[in-house]
């Protein structure tokens, strides 16, 4: 048994007591005991939920594990294709993309409205 096996089963064990204990309670008349417990059971739920939803998990896991064992060999060389690809992709946006650093966007709106003529002289529209 699996230390998340065993989780699930004292989580069960308790959450099953709490809920025995808090019916006893209300049945002697102890309704302030009872509502307390009844609280507690709550939180002893919600770590039963939990508990068996990270076994659930756990077997999803080792089972896409086992079968990608077929295709450990191959994974060195799908990491290098996946690098190659993302190497050309990097070095094609360098290329295409011109380069803007710190530029706010009402530098850029001045720039497109100012006009160069051919004495150098830059005048406002």
Known sequence: MSRLELRVVLAALLATTVVAGAVVCA??????????M????LGVGA???HSIE???LANR????RSAAKPLQPLLPVMAAIMGLT??????LSDVT??????ELPALRWLESRRIVHSDDHELES
Do not use: K
């Not at 049945?27 to 307390?36: C, P």
């Not at 993302?86 to 070095?91: A, E, T, W």
């Not at 993309?97 to 710190?102: I, K, L």
């Open 38 to 41: 009844a609280i507690y059971a």
């Open 47 to 49: 770590w039963l939920y």
């Open 61 to 64: 896991i080792s089972t896409v």
């Open 86 to 91: 993302q190497g050309v992709v990097r070095s």
């Open 27 to 36: 049945a002697f008349g102890w309704a302030i005991v009872a509502s307390t």
């Open 97 to 102: 993309e011109p380069a803007r650093r710190f």
């Open 54 to 56: 990270r076994l659930i």
